[in-house]
């Protein structure tokens, strides 16, 4: 059979990869470097009769979606730094009322306007951290094309089984850089589509109140059952209390329902390279995943004992997969574009932290095989 | 259905000061509901931040509570997504005209078709009292202990210039004029905005001698006309009731509804 093959941008791929998994809602802001994924959007959503909205600043953005998806919709916005930051209020609150959203933040240089048309991949943290309280979250990311295709279904797949905001966190090298992009057959890859109550109308439905799994069948705005949403801790019907248990059970249960998958498919995804007795283990992503899998591969060719992480899933953090997976590692060196923001979670995972080492760049270039090279050589004691 | 039928009794008693004027909006608002005999299904109330932000929960219909200043940017994304509800937004005039007040011109401009309601009490009631863009110059506050400084928005005015198709402003005092202007409001195909006086004695009130919600309702008895009434000519000082602005203009869902026929080549020639 003829495939589908296109020759596109890392934005395009995303586009590609939302419509796959059958977007049908976004609202957007101008911001470079993510711009294009508005504009490709605007262009496809309306001839598959979806919604595309330019709205009046990033936050707006954020509200429209969250109101889009209670309708039963997929959505998502995209973003950039400064654009991720205004965002972070309402992103807090789609935690809260667990409402899935995709929100694509295709990294720049800050902090404030910093570097706009260069690369980083300095949100990190903030993705982890950004909005404020206690909070889980998932934040995914990719180093090729394809995989920015395939990571963006998996983020609606995930926001739609856990009624979570999945952050796809790109970076402007992968968004503007052009390879070879698969589409797969529709069916081919499988969607998820969001949990919806069977509690029939006039009876009693709690959106708040946990089935034995642990997940909370929807019911959509618009259908027969009324019911409260709010960013206050609330109780099985959405109304909100301050009543100590309900606020801690919330809690719990917003961190708990993404923390203990964390090590699981498909909130965990990774891939690994020549880890079967590697001396030495590179963890990387996105971008700078590609200098460290070239560095990797010809390392291995000369047969040096050398192997690599690529995560895919930043947050949650995998921590007993990569203490296990680093435990007879000589060295662990994380490699990023910023000025150690994984390096955190890598430490606190090993069992060592002192083996573990930065590679970085911070100036807007992306880190190169010659950076990896010095360092390597140092660790090796062959001098720089 | 009785006007009763769309009160959610679950999430009683409310949580306002006695002789807070937002029960009457509520009163108002569930009456001109129930005139419009609009099926409680349909309905999505959106919200922000607030004292007045609270009154969605207490209405059996799809109820977002959202964040500050935020709810028009909620009620648009529904509104999008499902043009055939009703949409209706109530806010404070904090909510809606300083921390919302991009989202508010902007939804103007749109011309989307939702009724926005703002509850102007001139104050941060749910704050403690704080002033807010619609106290006005030389009103006490809690952060104001010698007075504004600041002038004030002129609600109405700004809702024109910014595009509202259905504009119109009434008090707590006058609840039939105000079930009959939400009626037109809410039936209203395009963007419709509707002042509300709305009365804080524990807050405005105690700082600005109108110290029992009597007399606050008497204040706006004394100090309102309808637009173009003799008294309003008598008195140029009078703020004015009624309806300011009611026109038909390009609804944004209808027009976005052309876009997919545009894009999908099926625009007929009567369209274009």
């Known amino acids: 059979m003829k495939q589908n093959i296109k020759f596109v941008q890392g934005n395009e791929a995303c586009v590609e990869g939302a419509l796959y998994a059958g977007l049908d809602f976004f609202a957007g802001y101008p911001i470079t470097p993510s711009t294009e994924i508005m504009e490709h959007l605007s262009e496809r959503l309306p001839i598959k009769k979806g919604k595309f909205i330019q709205m009046e600043d990033e936050i707006a953005s954020m509200c429209a979606i969250i109101g889009a998806s209670l309708t039963g919709k997929k959505v998502m916005t995209a973003t950039s730094g400064p654009g991720f930051s205004l965002k972070q209020e309402a992103l807090g609150y789609a935690i809260m009322a667990e409402i899935p959203c995709v929100v694509v933040n295709v990294q720049r240089g800050g902090p404030s306007t910093g570097n706009p048309t260069h690369v980083s991949q300095g949100d990190v943290n903030q993705a982890r951290w950004g909005t404020h309280g206690d909070h889980a979250i998932v934040a995914m990311t990719a180093s090729t094309i394809q995989d920015i295709f395939e990571v963006t279904i998996q983020a609606f797949n995930i926001a739609e089984t856990y009624r979570t905001p999945v952050i796809l966190l790109f970076d402007e090298i992968i968004g503007h850089m052009r390879e070879k992009l698969i589409l797969p057959e529709p069916g081919k890859i499988p969607l998820v589509e969001r949990l919806r109550t069977s509690v029939k109308s006039g009876i009693d439905y709690h959106p708040y109140l946990q089935r034995e799994d642990g997940r909370l069948p929807m019911s959509d705005f618009g259908e027969q059952h009324r019911y409260n949403v709010t960013g206050l801790f609330h109780d099985m019907w959405g109304f909100p209390s301050t009543k100590p248990k309900i606020v801690h059970g919330l809690l719990r249960h917003l961190n708990d329902k993404i923390t203990n998958y964390a090590e699981t498919k498909p909130i965990c995804m990774y891939k690994e390279f020549y880890l079967e007795g590697a001396e030495i283990i590179l963890i990387s992503y996105g971008s700078s995943a590609r200098s460290v899998l070239h560095t990797v591969k010809n390392r291995q060719a000369a047969g040096e004992k050398i192997g690599f992480i690529e995560l895919q899933t930043l947050w949650p953090f995998p921590y007993n997969i990569i203490k296990k997976k680093c435990a007879n590692a000589r060295h662990v060196i994380v490699v990023e574009m910023n000025m150690g923001q994984m390096i955190r979670a890598v430490k606190n995972a090993v069992e060592d932290p002192k083996k573990v080492f930065l590679i970085n760049r911070i100036d807007g270039l992306l880190i190169t095989v010659s950076d990896i090279r010095n360092i390597l050589r140092m660790l090796q004691g062959k001098g720089v | ?272």
Not at chain 2, 107 to 135: D, E, F, H, K, V
Not at chain 2, 185 to 204: D, R
């Open chain 2, 1 to 272: 259905m009785a006007f009763k039928d769309y009160i959610r009794e679950r999430f009683f008693p409310h949580i306002w000061c006695p002789g807070c004027g937002h029960g009457m909006v509520l009163k108002g608002m569930l009456k001109a509901v129930e005139k419009l005999g609009i099926n409680k299904s349909n309905i999505v109330m959106v919200s922000g931040i607030g004292c007045s932000s609270r009154i969605t929960g207490y209405v059996d219909s799809h109820t977002l509570h959202t964040i500050h200043g935020r709810a028009l940017a909620f009620a648009t994304g529904v509104k999008l997504s499902r043009p055939e509800l009703c949409l209706i937004v109530p806010m404070g005039d904090g909510d809606a005209l300083a921390i919302g007040g991009n989202h508010f011109i902007h939804a103007c401009r749109r011309n989307i078709n939702m009724t926005a309601i703002i509850m102007n009490n001139q104050i941060y009631g749910m704050t403690g009292g704080q002033y807010s863009p619609l106290s006005g110059v030389g009103k006490y506050a809690s952060t104001a202990p010698y007075s504004t400084i600041e002038n004030k928005f002129d609600i109405a005015k700004l809702a024109e210039a910014s595009g509202a198709s259905f504009v119109a402003r009434t008090t707590t005092y006058h609840m039939r004029e105000m079930i009959d202007t939400l009626c037109m409001a809410i039936k209203h195909k395009g963007f419709s905005v509707v002042e509300i006086f709305s009365q804080c004695p524990t807050y405005f009130g105690r700082k600005n001698k109108l110290k029992t919600p009597a007399d606050m309702l008497n204040y706006f008895k004394n100090n309102t006309a309808k637009i173009g009434s003799e008294a309003k000519k008598k008195n140029p000082e009078l703020i004015e009731r009624g309806v300011f602005i009611n026109k038909k203009m390009p609804e944004y869902c209808e027009e976005y509804d052309k876009i997919i026929k545009k894009a999908n080549n099926t625009l007929t020639n009567t369209e274009v």
